[in-house]
Every structure is written in structure tokens, then in C-alpha cells.
């Protein structure tokens, strides 16, 4: 399916399962592998990432980029959107709710629909899906059309990033995939970031319908490029839908996801968002034990046996929840306790973005200079350390030193994602790549919407627990106790991280 140039394997390699051909060769030790991939006859690192998988992971970086950023540039436009559709503002959270929704629910189908009818079709189809929706959103004139068609729009989202990223990592040699890894990875970092600074720029320069216009010219050029980039066809002796995985596992998902909404909602009761939480857990339950038992399960928990991919995903996700904080809590921060205005507060986060792309060119060396557990490890204790640091933050402080965290900050964010991404894929074989994607994928959709959740929790509880501690509060005590609080899930990371078994991931590393 895509050139890769990989002596004795096949010029072109076809995804895994795309025909009955398509048959895995042995995978490699992890001393023969490295070994061959990162020296050549000088000693130097053998790049084997050809011009058009970089092509393509660059394609599956952009369609990432589009599908958070509608997840959050909303948010920002809730009030222009709700005085046009003739609603409050809280309402429209429906609209961010809908469509975060859809792509915890759909993620795990993924999997099954790329094996049944081919990723060429179904990224095509993805890719038309979210653009059309996105420009029926525009037109939009109830918020009842709007959250339906927040729905299609995030079904389309839902396809796009799974099925590009199996593409993408389709007959890559191991070392190779923190490399490819790292192209689709910065996207999910810089959206949230740019988020708040693009959408108040939009809704105070133009109109609200812009947020789901700006989409379209890109879903355009996305079209044509996968045209003729993507191919891949369906899969020989692909089973039935299992239906009754697909339920319990959507129902338990989209439950999960709605309680996130449900705690980050000010007012909303405790109990109900409790209740409907346990619920939730208990439709899991089921639906892993469903799993573990159907003969041809929606997804195959296979894949945890591999140590290496089960801490990537439970790691990662105690991770991200961390990383979503930081946009949320830093902009609100900014505007509602120090006053500043929106595009300047905006700008100040954009440093989150400078830290993620400076630490890019640096990460492979880090990984293969120091290894995986160490530098994850550091990159827990680094993220916790700057959230910790937020907690001071004042009005007064020199904006150099804000600019500075905030950097350190999205370094640290970038290379702990960056790790995790491509550790969950060390050690797994070629014919298990497409269940380990989506098991990945929907753990990772899963972990970014309740840690979007997790922020305005933790602001919720710095009230009573800084009046507990402290005998009084503030706004400022309250975000102070946030900030603490969501360092917490990072340093749990790192805790993951230093249990590692040494030499996990050498696989992947490249030394010279």
C-alpha cells in the first residue's frame, strides 16, 4: 500500500490483512531490529521513512488537527452562538457535548469498518462526512440542527484519525515509528492551545459560523490529497459486526463521556453525575467481558497482554488528563483573576505551542539516548512541577517567567505524548496493528474528553478544600488548588513510567 523501501519485504506493502497475501513477516528481536535500523554502513541512522509516508502521516497530522480543534474553538463562541440561536449560553454546550460524544462512541467501529470495506474508502468517506457536516453546521438556525449536526460531524471525526494513523504506520520498520509518530502527535497538542486565541479572533472579527467554515477549504485539500496518497482495500474473511460489543461498549462509553460533561457543569448535581458514572463503569464491565469471551469481538483485548502497549494506554491515559488542563485552566486564569483580555491572555498560552514544537527535534535523541522509562518518567515530574508552578502565579509576576512555564510546560506535554504514542506500538506484532489502534485510539478519545472534565472539577473542589486547609478562599486560592490537584494525574504517570522493566522500547530507539 505505501513504498518502503525495507529489503527483503515486499517494494509495496499493503496494510495488515488487505488481502489474503498480506501475511506478516516474523518480527524481529528488539537487538536485531535496532540494530539494523539504526546503523548503516557508516554508522549513521538508516532513515527508512519514504517521501509518501511522510506524506501521509503529514495528511493524518492535518485531519488531527481539524477534528480537536472543533472539539474546543466552540466553547469560546458559546455566547455569540447562543444570543443568534435564541438560547443561553450553558446550552450550547450541547454543542461541544454532541460532538465529543460521537467520537468516544464511534472510535472502537473503526477497526471493523476499515477491515469490512477498506481504508481508502473509509478515510475518503470520513474525510466528505466531516467537511459537509462542517458546512451544515454553518448554516445552521435552531440548536437542535446544530447539535444533530455536530453529530455527523463527529461521526466523520470519529473515522478519520484511527484509519489515517493505521495507514500511516502500515509497514514501518519500528525505529521508524517514533519519527512518523511524532509528525501525526503535534496536532492534538497545538489545537487546544490555539483554540481560545482563533476562536475569540474569529467571534470578534467575524461570525460564529466561521468556527465550522474554516473547515471547509481544508477538508477540500485534505480530500485531494488522500485521493491519491491512500489506498488500501477491505480485508479477506472479515466476520460479522459484533453488534452486541459495539452496544455495550458505545452505551458505556458515551455514558463515561457524559458524566465528564455532567462534573464540568457548575451546577450540576453531585449525585447525578455520580450515579450516572457508576452506570457507566458497570456498562463497561460488561462490555470487556463480552470482549474477552465472543469468538470475533468488536475489539481484541489481545493486544493488553503486551506489556509495553497495556502501559502506553494506561499510562497515557492518566497522562493526557494532565495535558488537557493546561489550556483550559491557564486562559481562564489569565482573564477571570489577573483581567487580562482575551488575545492577550490567548497569546500568553500560545508559549504551550512554542514548548511543543522546540522539544520536536530533540525527542528522538532523548528517547534514544536516554530510553523510554527514563524520559517518560522525567516528563511527568516535569509537567507536574510546572502545573505545581501555576498554582503561584500572580498578576505581577514578570511575564518572562510566565512564558517560560508555560514553554517548559508544552515541552514536557510533547514529549510524554510523543512517548507514549509510539511506545504502545513497540512491541506489538504486524497482524494485531489494526486491533491495537483502535483499542489505543479510544482510550486516547476517551482520556482527552474527561480530562477537558477533569479541569473545571478540580475548580470546583479548590473552594472548600483551600477553605478547609486555609480557613478562607479566593479565586485566586481556588485556582491555586486546581492547578495542585491536576499535577496529580502526572505524577501518577511518572509512577507508571519508573515501573517500567528496563530496556522497554529499545525497539524503537535509533542511537548513533
Known amino acids: 500500500m505505501i513504498d518502503a523501501p525495507q529489503p527483503p519485504r515486499p517494494e509495496r506493502q499493503p496494510p495488515p490483512g488487505s488481502t489474503p497475501a498480506a501475511v506478516s513477516p516474523p ?32 495528511l493524518v497530522a492535518g485531519c488531527f488537527f481539524m477534528e480537536n480543534l472543533d472539539g474546543t ?27 465529543v460524544l460521537t467520537l468516544a462512541v464511534l472510535v472502537p467501529l473503526s477497526g471493523w469498518l476499515t477491515a469490512r470495506f477498506g481504508a481508502r474508502r473509509i478515510f475518503l468517506t470520513a474525510i466528505v462526512l466531516f467537511t459537509v457536516a462542517s458546512l451544515a453546521c454553518a448554516a445552521a438556525s435552531s440548536l437542535g440542527e446544530l447539535v444533530a449536526l455536530r453529530v455527523l460531524q463527529g461521526a466523520g471525526g470519529a473515522m478519520m484519525v484511527p484509519v489515517g494513523r493505521l495507514v500511516a504506520l502500515s509497514g514501518i520498520a519500528k525505529p521508524d515509528i517514533p519519527r512518523l509518530v511524532s509528525y501525526i502527535v503535534w496536532p492534538a497538542l497545538i489545537a487546544p492551545v490555539a483554540a481560545p486565541l482563533l476562536g475569540g479572533v474569529i467571534t470578534t472579527y467575524a461570525s460564529w459560523h466561521w468556527l465550522f467554515l474554516i473547515n471547509i477549504p481544508l477538508g477540500l485539500v485534505a480530500f485531494a490529497v488522500a485521493w491519491r496518497l491512500i489506498e488500501g482495500g477491505p480485508v479477506a474473511g472479515v466476520g460479522a459486526l459484533d453488534w452486541l460489543g459495539l452496544v455495550w461498549t458505545s452505551v458505556g462509553l458515551g455514558a463515561l463521556t457524559y458524566t465528564g460533561h455532567l462534573l464540568s457543569d457548575a451546577h450540576a448535581p453531585w449525585p447525578r453525575a455520580a450515579g450516572l458514572g457508576a452506570v457507566s463503569l458497570l456498562l463497561l464491565a460488561l462490555a470487556l467481558r463480552h470482549l474477552r469471551r465472543a469468538e470475533r469481538p468488536l475489539i481484541d483485548l489481545g493486544t493488553l497482554r503486551t506489556h509495553s502497549f497495556r502501559a502506553s494506554v494506561s499510562g497515557g491515559s492518566v497522562f493526557w488528563i494532565s495535558v488537557s488542563a493546561v489550556p483550559f485552566l491557564l486562559p481562564l486564569l489569565f482573564q477571570e483573576v489577573f483581567g487580562w483580555s482575551a488575545v492577550r491572555s490567548g497569546a500568553l498560552v500560545l508559549f504551550v505551542f512554542v514548548g511543543n514544537i522546540g522539544i520536536k527535534p530533540a525527542t528522538g535523541f532523548l528517547f534514544g539516548r536516554f530510553g523510554y522509562r527514563a524520559v517518560l518518567a522525567a516528563s511527568g515530574v516535569v509537567l507536574a512541577g510546572t502545573m505545581a508552578g501555576c498554582a503561584f502565579l500572580t498578576a505581577g509576576t514578570p511575564l518572562w517567567v510566565i512564558g517560560a512555564l508555560v514553554t517548559l510546560s508544552g515541552a514536557a506535554r510533547s514529549t510524554g505524548l510523543t512517548g507514549y504514542n509510539t511506545l504502545a506500538f513497540a512491541d506489538v506484532p504486524q497482524d494485531r496493528m489494526r486491533d491495537a489502534n483502535t483499542l489505543n485510539a479510544t482510550a486516547t478519545q476517551t482520556a482527552a474528553g474527561l480530562g477537558v472534565a477533569a479541569a473545571p472539577v478540580a475548580l470546583r473542589l479548590g473552594d472548600p478544600l483551600t477553605h478547609h486547609l486555609l480557613g478562607h478562599t479566593s479565586p485566586a486560592l481556588s485556582y491555586g488548588a486546581a492547578f495542585t490537584l491536576l499535577a496529580l494525574p502526572a505524577l501518577a504517570a511518572t509512577t507508571g513510567a519508573v515501573r517500567l522493566p528496563a530496556g522497554t522500547g529499545d525497539i524503537l530507539r535509533s542511537r548513533r
Open 73 to 99: 474553538i466552540v466553547s469560546t463562541a458559546a455566547p455569540r452562538i447562543g444570543a443568534s440561536l435564541g438560547v443561553s449560553a450553558t446550552a450550547v454546550g450541547l454543542v461541544v457535548t454532541a460532538y
Open 27 to 58: 518480527r524481529p528481536t528488539a537487538t536485531a531490529a535496532t540494530t539494523t535500523a539504526s546503523a548503516s554502513a557508516d554508522g549513521a541512522p538508516a532513515h527508512r521513512i519514504s517521501p509518501r509516508q511522510r506524506a501521509v502521516a503529514l
